[in-house]
């Protein structure tokens, strides 16, 4: 198995707070890693570095080169981003807690803004998408149970089901590593599962590879397989979920957990159809 992303020796400073302090960290093809850690841990600036959109600090000594490879392809080394790292990025789909949908447009719209990299840039400033584009944008949102509500704006549907819009236009995207900064922050306990099973599909069906920050615990116990925990900056914890017991949370945050309750969990989701839904895929068919 190949490593999907390889961080060397990462720090960041922002003025003078080290958000980051020499970070190194190894995540193989298809993984579902769980990124946690106390509030001001550098949990969402180490994403950002991830995704091309920090630039870290320059190395200190040439045998301790900061670099960020991304499928094996360098992203960025020693405060600098590669010449290819437009093209590197392409490969990366991120997820925000703000959903980053346009409300005004529908859900099918929406999704397929996710191929907009891929497809001729006039034909997705005039917004013209293919037969074959809009069938993928349809299955992708399948997938997350949502295929029923194509039709209806993206600004009519609930914190939960927006946020599995948004997973549905990654997947449109096409990119093999997803990475979802406080997806279930402002959700329901009810919508944060549904968006978490909707998370752990994509790593299971469709062999992404995922990481996911979160502040409950207990969802990075249910759904992902390991577990990298950040205090101050470093890494505190780096290991398979079963190995994160009680006692090291409560080193990690200093104070107790809330669980979730351990409900039986599928994969499959039961879509509440909408009045909208019908054989929508050739009466939108260019």
């Known amino acids: 198995m190949a490593q999907a992303i390889s961080i060397n020796n990462l720090s ?161 995207q096409g990119a093999n590593i997803i990475l979802a900064d406080e997806p279930i922050a402002s959700l329901d306990p009810k919508s944060a599962k549904t968006v978490m099973k909707s998370l752990r599909k994509m790593g299971r069906k469709h062999g992404k590879t995922l990481v996911i920050t979160l502040h409950q615990v207990e969802y990075a116990r249910k759904y992902c397989k390991r577990v990298i925990a950040l205090v101050d900056g470093r890494v505190a914890f780096d290991s398979k979920v079963e190995d994160l017991s009680d006692e090291i949370l409560q080193k990690l945050y200093g104070t107790d957990f809330q669980e979730i309750d351990d409900e039986e969990d599928e994969d499959d989701f039961e879509e509440v159809v909408s009045p909208f839904d019908s054989t929508f895929i050739e009466s939108t068919a260019i």
């Open 12 to 172: 960041k400073t922002f003025g003078r707070v080290k958000a980051l302090d020499d970070v190194s960290i190894q995540i193989m093809e298809g993984e579902i890693v769980a990124l946690i850690g106390p509030s001001g841990s550098g949990k969402s600036t180490l994403l950002r570095h991830i995704a091309g959109l920090e630039i870290s600090d320059k190395s200190g000594a040439v045998n301790n080169v900061t670099e960020i490879n991304i499928n094996g392809q360098a992203l960025q080394a020693n405060g600098k981003l590669s010449k290819s790292a437009r093209r590197i990025r392409s490969g990366i789909g991120v997820i925000f807690q703000q959903f980053n949908l346009i409300n005004r447009l529908s859900v099918l719209t929406n999704v397929l803004i996710g191929s907009l990299g891929s497809i001729p840039r006039w034909r997705g400033s005039l917004g013209l998408f293919t037969r074959d584009e809009k069938r993928k944008a349809i299955l992708a949102l399948d997938s997350v149970g949502l295929k029923s509500f194509s039709f209806q704006r993206a600004g009519d549907l609930s914190g939960g089901q927006q946020q599995r819009v948004a997973i549905a236009s990654t997947l449109m």
